[in-house]
């Protein structure tokens, strides 16, 4: 009989699995940007309840977490170079941002070629910007022929408010109306009216008489600040504002008209009026703070001191940029100076005294050099061009380099700090602007 044998059932395995803990999905870093562009108390109303909105927005959305707000206050579209928006740009660009709304296309920028730009940028990076107005987000497939599109209408829009504004202020200046005169420093408005503001005046007086006595706009600037006169905007003050005052025929009661104007609404290049438009002198204009009389001797000594500084800068310039950069800080001018083998320029005040008494930042000779050829769209640095072209450089705060040409534009450039562990190549230039001065004030 053969044997029998039991065949084993097959046995089941059951293997326990622990889920992991799933991980919570990224929240998305949504940024808000807003942008008015004066600062009159609606518009200031406008640009808080702007910022109110989305942030209000942003943080009740389930899936968005707040990247914080852009806000720019009396900054005009059509430019670029506005503090909150560059400052927004840096943040994307270091990775702090997945998403940026604004209200509209116009409050994002007016000009098209600026808006695409950025937002094509953006795209890059993977960034996307919604226009809530629009109903239109820069990643979608049609985003960018619909702001193409739209922005041209706003661009035109900007081109129509300052047509209208230009041709207001054109007939005031013929029927010899006075513009901004309230924003200079001896004027106020008092009841309606255009009045002299006594205490401010003093200081006014002051500056001419000490000018023509012998001391210099240095000295002036520096002894006002010893004693802690304000300037009209609560600022410090400095040389190139007391020379301004002193050229201002505004403080004899009489005023030359449309001696700059603006070329474009876009680019907002300020010119020399040189005969391109016509110019008028509205004598008795307003009250007077000076006499013509001492007037006249504060220019015949500002002409003589130009005429020795532009012979001695002749005879001593060693350098292209010898004699040619001021100081914003002190008002004293910028000196080359070589240190572990790199050049830079420095404040001559920050070199001689130190620190305590400029605090002016130096500036790479490199940028300078590349910085001019930016101004003047050349491709290498030409001297020849460089001294027929710019008449100076002033440097009024950190990072900020501002080019006065020949031909009467003031042109503005803004430049990065390289970091240490990179070379000169890796600098990003933030472009070139053009801004009004204000000294047709």
């Not at 600040?225 to 403080?251: A, F, H």
């Not at 009250?287 to 504060?298: F, L």
């Not at 072209?389 to 006065?404: A, E, L, M, T």
């Not at 534009?409 to 240490?420: L, S």
Request: proline content about 3%; charged content about 25%.
């Amino acid at each position: 009989m053969g044997d029998e044998r039991e065949s084993n059932p097959m046995q089941k395995t059951v293997i326990k699995r622990i889920p992991g803990v799933r991980s919570l999905p990224k929240l998305k870093r949504v940024a808000a940007y807003a942008r008015v562009s004066s600062g009159k108390d609606a518009m200031l109303h406008s640009l808080s309840s702007q910022v109110s909105y989305f942030s209000r927005i942003i943080q009740n959305h389930p899936g968005w977490t707040y990247a914080g707000t852009y806000a720019d206050e009396a900054y005009t579209g059509t430019k670029t170079n506005r503090p909150e928006f560059q400052r927004m740009l840096q943040d994307c660009r270091a990775g702090k941002i997945d998403l940026i709304m604004t209200k509209s296309i116009s409050r994002f920028a007016r000009n098209t070629v600026g808006l695409l730009c950025a937002v094509r940028e953006l795209r890059e990076l993977g960034i996307g910007v919604f226009f809530e107005e629009q109903n239109i987000n820069s990643l979608s497939g049609e985003g960018e022929l619909m702001l193409t599109i739209l922005a041209s209408f706003a661009q035109e829009e900007s081109l129509s408010v300052s047509e209208n504004r230009k041709w207001q202020i054109r007939r005031d200046f013929q029927a010899g109306k006075p513009m901004n005169l309230m924003f200079i420093y001896g004027y106020h408005l008092l009841d309606g009216k255009l009045e002299i503001h006594e205490e401010q005046a003093k200081v006014v007086r002051r500056i001419f008489r000490s000018y023509i006595a012998g001391m210099g706009s240095c000295r002036i600037a520096a002894e006002l600040r010893q004693e802690g006169i304000p300037t009209l905007c609560g600022g410090e003050w400095r040389s190139g504002l007391v020379r301004d005052m002193l050229k201002n025929e505004k403080y004899t009661g009489s005023a030359f008209l449309q001696k700059t104007y603006v070329t474009d609404h876009v680019s907002k290049v300020q010119k020399t009026n040189q005969g391109e438009l016509p110019m008028y002198f509205a004598e008795g204009s307003h009250p007077a703070i000076i006499d013509r009389e001492t007037y006249e001797q504060a220019q015949q000594i500002l002409a003589e001191n130009r005429r020795k500084s532009n012979a001695q800068r002749s005879h001593t310039a060693r350098y292209a940029f010898s004699g040619m950069i001021e100081c914003g800080c002190c008002g004293k001018h910028y000196r080359r100076k070589t240190l572990n083998g790199k050049i830079w320029w420095q404040c001559t005040t920050y070199l001689a005294k130190g620190k305590q008494y400029c605090q002016a930042k130096q500036i790479p000779d490199d940028t300078l050099y590349e910085l001019t050829c930016e101004v003047l769209g050349l491709s290498s640095f030409d001297e020849e061009a460089f001294r027929a072209k710019i008449q100076s450089i002033h440097i009024p705060f950190d990072n900020h380099v501002v080019f006065q040409l020949v031909d009467g534009r003031v042109i503005e450039t803004i430049w990065t700090d390289r970091p240490r562990s990179k070379s000169r190549t890796g600098d990003k230039f933030q472009g070139t602007t053009n801004r009004m001065e204000g000294k047709s004030l």
